[in-house]
């Protein structure tokens, strides 16, 4: 497929990022292991060296829409908004990971490359109105994950999670990989917006119908919703921590991206019944995750499961298809998920010394006491998880639900807010350990100045756009797909 | 002097906001001092919950009652814009007595707490200061979102108050506390989100404020079904009744308060069940006058089952904290039987009664906590005869005592003759039944006195009991003013309340 040359300068960000991914890849073969933290931190300015190239190639973003590569790759405002959040949680996760992985027995060269190269996936993914380069996006995205989640190939549990990430992902692959084959099949063009305008036309072609619901089931599974969850906390619990919050934030973003634009350019138009499978996904996934979270020890598990709840709530806002909420109310809602789920995951880093210790809930008993600041902290973050004011939980349920009811699902809407009362439950397990039970012996608690920096970060934004969330919103209506 | 102390408004703001942020900024501002500074705890709550309390008596004294409507001190700025939500508060006579007592109370708590040896005490006065922000916040705010906001701030500082400061089961009693509030207040809200929705859908204006919404209830603008009415009107009815709490959503609330430590069994009983009731004045009466219509004979029934039941139960019971715990479940049933009642000698005995309520309970709480500081238990059986050794507590406790019971020339009297004479208009045999709750009481109070301070000292470890301690004096002096000047002179109180009942009950298109 010929394109001009100039169509490169589209993705210099995503170029520049994967030279540099190559590139570190190659210097750590070489450099020593004490200095590998180097390489950490030139993966850190990389990612916002790309933030700013984002921005570059362009005398203004009021030029966006861009199309290039004969129409696979698109520079729009929707792209862009997901790319900075996914840029800062890969820069995040670097942040969590400088001491984890340098006191660990492992390399960490490959490391941060992979995450690089995770994040150059998710890059291609959002840009991506093009079956065949969503999916070839998303499976870079996934392989890279796969290695990440194994990463200490001495622990059975990172392996265990390796293995089923692995072919459940491969599996859920080829099943997204089958319904696109099909929608090709019924609409002979692989662009979405012909997609679109195939599916105008004949909407209730069996072969499109089938289609549509593969790609769901598909993408259901990479956002770990609910039937096709099953592998999401077993990963987390197995892969490396650091890890775990960047699996939590950064693929389920770039999913949930991808999964708006295939349904909302591509279906949408053409039929909307697709919104009954999400319905149903929606409070399965809802009930599954904040259910399941309850009977956790395991604070990483249970962070899973909360996930998993999560992308329940997350579901509700493609049903405002076609009202003024529904995009916006799934934007803000990712946005502030993202900073409060890696806020979260930042705290019980820091709880950790090494490898798998100190993951349980009862790790963090007494923690108030021995440092207020972290388990205010984590209140925040647990508070705004369960969506109470005021915090920037509140207001992407806020969004949530209004989306859901304008739509008129408003059973959905109540089964969302009774869940949330049963996930009170479990994040005020550790909200209980933290402040009411005191500790026994050591707990163990790591300070660090660069996982305290990136908490504080998430602390500050959960805040703030709790108190005054029009700047968080403005940016969100700015970006909605066209 | 009030007027040059109370000035001092913060960056410019208004007097409504100084009121609502200054214990929070109290709070921030402890948040910088070290644990270990006793002294400078005790001295920075006591400051800020001291300036916030003369804040209010200026706002007392400056407001008009004849203002109609909600519209003291009105503020109204834009909040989240682009969704029609604002930061919108004014007050009324009714709200406005609330905020009396709540900042009379929450100072008071912290008087006592000064004379109390409290584990970890900053976190306990930072605690109280921002459940101040929430009260206060929930009871001048006129948007919902706003108002829904400052209701869930409550819930975090009141569950570590009972989780960190109370006794044996406390865990158990603060997650059953925050659980059962968050239940109903989550329903609140998607009826909230419901009604902005239908309000924008049939008059195109995109509002969460109170008088957008009431004026849209007086025309039924915005069309809701009877169907859909009664289903908000439930959502919004069940928070508040949890939080009254109504018979038979109460069973939180024995074990919050028994395990609650005094300064926040003073707080439940005294400010936040009130604020249920002040919620169902406020927003489910005027808002669905036809579900009230409706929901009336359910509800008084509810309430005339709770003033018998709980009335019933104190007086079966040996702790004396679950004895003036059930007796509220009891007080509080009556008062909603009076909102219901639909006229506006009950209404206004309910309002009377809310504020009555608060005094004389808080009180209670805080002599049956001077008591178990002394001795750590609160069985009656563990008591009997102590008048003796301490004087002062015995005193104030019949006071207490008598404002509950309702003897004349204190405030209960008032409260519940207004209540019972509106009820009477209505329907003679619910106003016989919730007499015999009124008989009952007396009966439990008064045995309650009998046991624990009558009669010879039975338990030799009673001669040593000391005496109320000079912080705690402090707290208890105001509410005994209170209890005493409410029931002589209930005049200016009533003239107050007055306007804010006839708007009310003109919303709710019952008759005054």
Redesign the interface.
């Known amino acids: 497929m010929p394109f001009p040359v100039s169509d490169l300068i589209l993705i210099v960000p995503e170029l520049f990022l994967t030279a540099v991914a190559l590139g570190l890849l190659i210097y750590a073969t070489v450099v020593s292991r004490e200095k590998e933290g180097a390489i950490a931190w030139m993966a850190l300015a990389a990612l916002v060296l790309t933030g700013v190239l984002l921005f570059v190639p362009f005398s203004s973003v009021t030029s966006l829409p861009q199309i290039g590569f004969a129409g696979m790759f698109a520079v729009d405002k929707f792209s862009l908004f997901f790319k900075i959040l996914i840029l800062a949680a890969a820069a995040v996760t670097i942040l969590f990971s400088l001491r984890f992985i340098g006191s660990s027995p492992y390399p960490g060269g490959e490391y941060y490359c992979l995450i690089l190269l995770t994040t150059v996936g998710m890059l291609f993914m959002v840009s991506g109105v093009h079956l065949v380069s969503i999916y070839i996006a998303l499976e870079l995205m996934a392989l890279s994950q796969y290695v990440l989640a194994g990463y200490f190939k001495q622990e059975t549990k990172s392996i265990e999670a390796a293995a089923k990430y692995f072919v459940l992902g491969a599996f859920s692959s080829g099943v997204l990989l089958y319904g696109l084959s099909l929608v090709y099949g019924a609409a002979r063009t692989l662009t979405l917006t012909g997609v679109a305008q195939a599916l105008a036309a004949s909407p209730k072609a069996p072969l499109f119908i089938l289609g549509i619901i593969l790609v769901a089931c598909g993408l259901f599974f990479k956002i770990a919703s609910a039937p096709f969850h099953v592998w999401a906390p077993d990963v987390y619990e197995g892969a490396p921590t650091p890890i775990a919050a960047f699996f939590a934030v950064g693929p389920k973003l770039a999913a949930y991206a991808i999964f708006a634009r295939i349904f909302y350019s591509g279906f949408g138009p053409g039929s909307a019944d697709w919104t009954v499978i999400v319905a149903a996904s929606a409070a399965l996934t809802m009930v599954v995750g904040n259910v399941g979270a309850l009977m956790q020890e395991n604070v990483k598990r249970l962070l899973g499961y909360s996930s998993i709840g999560h992308a329940g709530y997350a579901l509700m806002g493609f049903l405002g298809y076609g009202t003024d909420f529904g995009l916006p109310a799934l934007m803000i809602y990712l946005a502030s998920y993202a900073l409060m789920t890696l806020g979260a995951f930042g705290l019980v880093v820091m709880l950790e010394t090494k490898g798998y210790a100190g993951e349980s809930v009862d790790d963090f008993n007494g923690l ?2 021995k440092n207020p600041t972290a388990a205010a902290a984590m ?1 925040v973050f647990l ?1 705004s998880l369960t969506g ?3 915090t920037v939980g ?1 207001i992407g349920k ?1 969004y949530l ?2 989306s859901a ?2 739509a008129g699902w ?1 059973w959905l ?2 089964l969302g ?2 869940m ?2 049963v996930s ?2 479990y994040y ?1 397990r550790i909200v ?1 350990a933290m ?3 005191d500790g026994e012996g050591e707990l163990r608690w790591k300070e660090e100045p660069a996982v305290s920096a990136a908490v504080i970060a998430c602390l500050a934004g959960t805040l703030l756009f709790g108190i005054l ?2 700047p968080l ?2 940016w969100a ?1 700015a970006c909605l797909l066209n | 002097m009030l007027d040059s102390i109370t000035s001092l408004d913060l960056l410019g703001a208004d007097i409504l906001t100084t009121l609502l942020f200054l214990p929070s900024l109290g709070a921030l501002l402890l948040l910088a001092v070290p644990a270990e500074a006793k002294q400078a705890i005790r001295a920075m709550g006591l400051l800020f919950s001291g300036a916030t309390l003369l804040v209010s008596a200026k706002i007392a004294l400056r407001f008009d009652p004849a203002t109609p409507g909600i519209s003291g001190f009105r503020v109204d700025y834009p909040w ?4 029609g939500i604002r930061y919108q508060l004014g007050i009324d006579g009714f709200a406005l007595s609330l905020v009396v007592l709540t900042t009379l109370l929450t100072f008071c708590v912290l008087l006592v707490a000064a004379g109390q040896d409290l584990q ?1 005490f900053k ?1 306990y006065v930072v605690s109280f200061l921002i459940l101040e922000t929430g009260m206060l916040g929930s009871l001048v705010a006129l948007d919902t ?1 706003l108002f ?2 400052f209701w ?2 409550m ?2 500082p009141m ?2 108050i009972i ?2 400061w109370g006794g044996k089961r ?2 158990y009693a ?2 059953k506390f ?2 059962f509030t ?2 109903g207040s ?2 609140m ?2 009826a909230i ?2 009604l ?2 239908q309000h924008q859908k049939t008059t195109g204006i995109l509002s969460f404020s109170l008088l957008d919404w009431m004026n849209a209830a007086k025309s039924n603008a915005w069309a809701l079904t009877p169907g859909m009415e009664a289903l908000v009107f439930g959502a919004f009815a069940l928070a508040f009744l949890v939080k009254v709490p109504l018979w038979p959503l109460h069973t939180w609330l024995p074990d919050a308060h028994v395990e609650a430590p005094t300064g926040g069994s003073v707080i439940l009983a005294g400010v936040l069940l009130k604020l249920g009731t002040y919620g169902l004045m406020r927003f489910a009466l005027p808002l669905f006058p036809n579900a009230t219509m409706k929901f009336t004979p359910l509800i008084v029934g509810l309430a005339l089952v709770g003033v018998v039941y709980g009335a019933w139960v104190a007086a079966a019971q040996k702790d004396m904290k679950k004895l003036v715990a059930y007796s509220s479940v009891s007080h509080l049933a009556l008062v909603v039987l009076g909102i219901f009642a639909g006229n506006a000698e009950a209404a206004a005995g309910a309002i009377y009664q809310m504020i009555g309520h608060g005094l004389t309970t808080g009180l209670l709480f805080m002599l049956v906590g001077v008591l178990y500081d002394r001795r750590h238990t609160r069985e009656m059986a563990d008591y009997g005869g102590v008048a003796r050794q301490v004087p002062v507590t015995t005193t104030l406790f019949v006071i207490a005592t008598l404002g509950s019971i309702g003897l004349p020339g204190l405030n209960g009297f008032i409260g519940e003759f207004l209540i019972l004479a509106g009820v009477f208009k209505v329907n003679v045999v619910w106003c016989a039944i919730a007499a015999t709750g009124m008989i009952l009481s007396a009966i439990y109070m008064l045995t309650l006195i009998q046991k624990v301070f009558w009669g010879p000292v039975t338990q030799p470890v009673n001669n040593g009991l000391t005496d109320i301690n000079i912080w705690e004096f402090l707290g208890a002096m105001p509410l005994v003013a209170g209890i005493v000047i409410l029931g002589v002179y209930p005049g200016p109180v009533l003239d107050l309340l007055k306007p804010s009942i006839t708007f009310v009950l003109e919303a709710a298109r019952l008759h005054p």
């Open positions: 108030a006491r209140l508070l109470i004011p005021p509140f806020y639900f209004t009811m304008k408003f809407a109540l807010v009774l949330s009362a009170l439950f005020f209980r402040y009411l039970v969330p029009q919103v403005s209506k | 989240m814009e682009s969704l970890r976190g979102i829904y906001v869930e701030v819930l975090v569950y570590f989780g960190i406390r865990i603060a997650m925050f659980l968050l239940v989550l329903l809200f998607i989100l419901f902005a929705i």
